[in-house]
């Protein structure tokens, strides 16, 4: 596990930085395959609106394992792709699979985005699967990053629908809870109207938000699929009682068998493709 106090960080965003270098980031590290093949299904969208020329110079934000900073990588031929993350753990792991797969233009940093210094107009391209959603002040990162986009570059982001379009979000929460009534949460970057406003005001312009909806894959079957999901989402139960711990898990696993396909475990889900562009 890495050492907080090697990474500066907005204060804004120490929670984050504690949980994505600590325990979090370890499960994510853990399970990268999984997470990576959960949302496997949204890539050719995603890249095919990021457009990556070859001499293209990416940034990747929250890149996690890095699975989308290889991706970018092979697309920018003769140009390079920056994977950025607050977890050491994943980056460590991103790193190693880029020497494992020889993917040689491509480089990994624990920096956090909204307040590193990358060097201005540096960029032509900045994307984010799933890992813009998590800023303390998204304005101040979001302005962060237009400073690092050249005239002319372009930013594209997967976020979340709201959690009503989400049946995976929304299962998943309502079963964990046990009974227990399920807390409102407000996915960031999920109202499009909101997410115009803020990128407008951090220096894109032509913001455009494009509804995506993909099945998304939890499990090769049942049992699978129901020890990813406790791994992850398990420690909801712990102050619950054996018997109680345990109806939800069966819980799960009956909702997890009316979602077996001959592919596997899947669930609905719902995204925004943002596309944006620096002026």
Request: negative net charge.
């Amino acid at each position: 596990m890495s050492e907080t106090t090697a990474v500066r960080v907005d204060p804004s965003n120490e929670r984050m930085l504690k949980a994505w270098n600590g325990d979090e980031g370890a499960l994510w590290a853990k399970r990268a395959q999984r997470f990576n093949d959960g949302v496997a299904a949204y890539r050719d969208v995603f890249f095919s609106a990021a457009d990556i020329q070859a001499g293209d110079r990416v940034l990747d934000v929250g890149c996690g394992a890095g699975q989308t900073t290889r991706d970018a990588a092979q697309f920018a031929t003769e140009g390079s792709a920056l994977g950025v993350d607050l977890s050491g753990e994943m980056l460590g792991l991103a790193r190693r699979l880029a020497d494992e797969e020889r993917v040689p233009n491509v480089s990994f940093e624990q920096v956090d985005a909204q307040v590193h210094a990358f060097p201005e107009a540096g960029l032509d391209v900045v994307i984010s699967r799933h890992g813009s959603m998590f800023f303390g002040s998204p304005l101040a990162a979001f302005s962060n990053l237009a400073r690092a986009t050249r005239p002319g570059g372009r930013l594209v982001l997967l976020t979340w629908q709201p959690l009503r379009l989400n049946e995976w979000i929304t299962t998943f929460r309502t079963i964990f809870a046990a009974g227990r009534e399920v807390p409102s949460v407000n996915l960031a970057l999920s109202d499009p109207a909101e997410t115009e406003g803020l990128l407008t005001s951090a220096g894109y312009a032509d913001v455009r938000c494009t509804a995506v909806n993909k099945p998304m894959y939890f499990g090769q079957d049942v049992e699978d699929a129901a020890d990813f999901i406790v791994e992850q989402h398990g420690g909801r139960l712990s102050d619950l009682d054996d018997a109680t711990r345990a109806k939800a898990v069966e819980t799960l696993r009956a909702d997890l068998a009316e979602h077996q396909t001959d592919r596997g475990v899947f669930y609905g889900s719902a995204a925004w493709l943002v596309e944006a562009r620096r002026p």
